[in-house]
């Protein structure tokens, strides 16, 4: 079968450019194949990063149609099908669309990093954040051992699915707050952060998670967008990581300590009062707790001016009718992650 490849290519210095090739294929052919092929018969000037073919080193991470993935997972019958359903699901039809024009891909480089030449970008702020949240197990204030250090094979598990990343970047490529925030250090730096705090041997827990509360810098920088759960190829679920990095902060910390904190422990104990949030409530309750809160709430009075104007700022609070089932569903979880912290070993 015949397939069209839209390539953006790019020099330095200058602006980016599609160009386009066409190859004969099989389904069963990846892009990393496809691109390989183009570069061997038709242009050896195209560039763009490879090496297992087998995604083990996470080198040939890309734009492949719209998402960041590693050319040689995907595969061009996969991505077909992937297209013709989205086209289906944007022209509202059950059955996917049968495409007869020749199926097109699009390659583009990886976001959130300049450019260096077509599909090759700069990572080095990638491999920066990455060292920032100090990805090294720590054994700083240990006694030495004349063994190495032992982990039971539950500790060890703990350590598995964040162990997988290849640090490909694909998450850091799609991420959002990584976007518009460049002092978020990305979901791959989080993802090892936590895989840091989860270790055993690992002596520097507390200081670790001061450090990714701080500001925007750690896990309050994430807006939960879920690409890079959705883009990783190991299923690392970064945002995962995330998750269970706050629960630790949550449950060390106490709601003076910030906005963030204290944003989520109210949302918590709002849910839990009345099965939804009492928004007027919410936001002066989260604001005044200190002088730079009133300043915040200061801010957000026109707002609620227009709302109330507009009728949009709700008389009084009715309860959800399902408040008991959520509350038995929030007082589960905070039981079970009460045995659960209570279960990991004391690391110092
Ligand atoms: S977390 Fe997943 S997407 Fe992100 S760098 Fe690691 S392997 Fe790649
Ligand atoms: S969920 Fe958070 S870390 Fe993951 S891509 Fe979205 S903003 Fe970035
Ligand atoms: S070439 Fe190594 S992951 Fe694709």
Known sequence: ?????????????????IQTYTLEVNPGNTILDCLNRIKWEQDGTLAYRKNCRNTICGSCAMRINGRTALACKE????????LNKIAAQANNSKAPQQIDSIPEMTIAPMGNMPVIRDLVVDMSSFWANLEAVEPYVSSEARQIPEREFLQTPEEREQLNQT???????ACYSECNAREVNP?????HALAKAYRMVADSRDTKTESRLEKYNQGTFGVW?????????AVCPMEVAPLD???K??????????ESSSQPIRHRKLLLEFVKDGGWIEERKFATQLFTYSFAGYKELAKLLPLGFRMLIRGKLPKKFVPSKGTKEVRSLIESI???????????????
Do not use: H, W, Y
């Open 1 to 17: 079968m015949q397939v069209r490849f839209n390539i953006v290519r790019q020099n330095p210095n200058s602006s980016p450019r």
């Open 75 to 82: 595969n061009i019958g996969r991505e077909i099908e992937r």
């Open 163 to 169: 162990g997988n990343c290849i640090l490909c970047g």
């Open 183 to 187: 002092d978020f250090v990305g979901p």
């Open 221 to 229: 920088g994430c807006t939960r967008c879920f690409n890079c759960n």
């Open 241 to 243: 990581q995330i998750t």
């Open 245 to 254: 990095i706050k629960s630790e902060i949550l449950a060390r910390k106490d």
């Open 334 to 348: 905070q039981k079970l992650n009460k045995q659960s912290f209570s279960k990991k070993p004391d690391k110092n």
